[in-house]
């Protein structure tokens, strides 16, 4: 989470919200952070480019049976998901799951755009059952998605402590600005660890200042390739399962116009993007849209995605590279009068680790190696979710 101010701009340089589940929001009124608390309006409109127009994404019954993303008989083909018998394959995409039971229409215009804009992957080359352990064991229990919703609901409903997505007035970065304060010295900052190794029963933990550090319980929770470094020592299952991992890279664009460049100022959450002919980037967030103070008066601001699997080159490309293919594919989705300004252009090289066919036994590798070597965990967004309310759950787990 890195939020900067800049010309009289709040911009987020990682995630841009987070969904508040019931452990986040715990977290967050354990850290008396509830009065800085923003929630975007639950209501507010997403939409999807396809085909050269924005497409409100359906929020009813009704919605679905108007919307132009599908046609009739892709909409006819969401009728017989109950009677889709299940998979026998043991391993299955993300768009091999959702073709086979809602169709290839839904697939191509809503899981698609959703899966590149969300973990910045490709849903063919993505597993399911890792991406969606949810949706794949209501197959496998009930052989019905709609059934399993309906049963999980029946069952009580799923604790929602707020509504809308969350961010805070001086944006995420706040989060965990919190929580250091709340450690206080149980915090050290700014010292790299420089190696890590077995000690009978224990753990010595080595700075790269020479500093050893004895500990009974280690909790490894730094990104998959400097994990890799720590355990390469005595642990070369695990280090290849970490290393084997892909993290594609980013690019955010952050653009503003001024609201006059509009008929009418984009509304709502943002829009993503079907992959199509003429179309590169992968969705945008209209910031100032959604949160008041994210841009001076009379200014409009997006947050916009390139890059990912399905266009790692992306990241290598030029400032004036990128304001051209942005321009391009903004101006046919929002049709402004004026120009954008670039207010600032951050790349990843490693941006969110990818759940893919392999992921399942690096996983395995992991548990293993904490088996057998007691007192060491693992913790990352390359397990449980990336989503920032996936890892403080799993964080909490722990």
Partial sequence: MRSERRDGFLLEKGPNTVRPTAELWDLVVGLDLEGEALLADPRAPRFIDFGGTLHPVPMSPGSFLSTRLLSWRGKLR??????????????????????????PEVAERFVEPFISGIFAGDSWQLSVADCFPRLARWERE???????ALVERARGPRRAPVRGLLTFREGLEVFPRAIATRLKD??????????????????????VKREEISARRVVIAAPALEAARLVEGFAPAATAALRGIPHPPLVVLHLAWPIKAFSTPPHGFGHLVVPQPGRRILGAVYSSSLFPDRSPGGRLLATVFLGGTR?????????????????????????????F???????YARALPQYDFEHTARIKALEETE??????TFLGNYRGGVSVGDVVASAMRL
């Fill in 78 to 103: 969401l009728l017989a998901e109950p009677f889709v018998l299940p998979s026998r394959e043991r391993v299955e995409s993300v768009a091999s799951f959702f073709a086979r039971r809602l169709g």
């Fill in 341 to 347: 300004e670039i207010v600032r252009i951050t790349r």
């Fill in 371 to 376: 088996g057998g070597w007691p007192g060491l």
């Fill in 142 to 148: 009930r052989s019905s998605l709609l059934l399993g």
């Fill in 311 to 339: 266009d790692p080159a992306a990241v290598d490309l030029s400032g004036s590279e990128l304001a051209a293919i942005a321009a391009h594919d903004l101006g046919e989705a929002l049709k402004p009068s004026r120009p």
């Fill in 186 to 207: 149980r915090l050290r900052t700014g010292i790299r660890v420089g190696a890590l190794r077995p000690s009978g029963d224990s753990w010595i933990v080595r700075t």
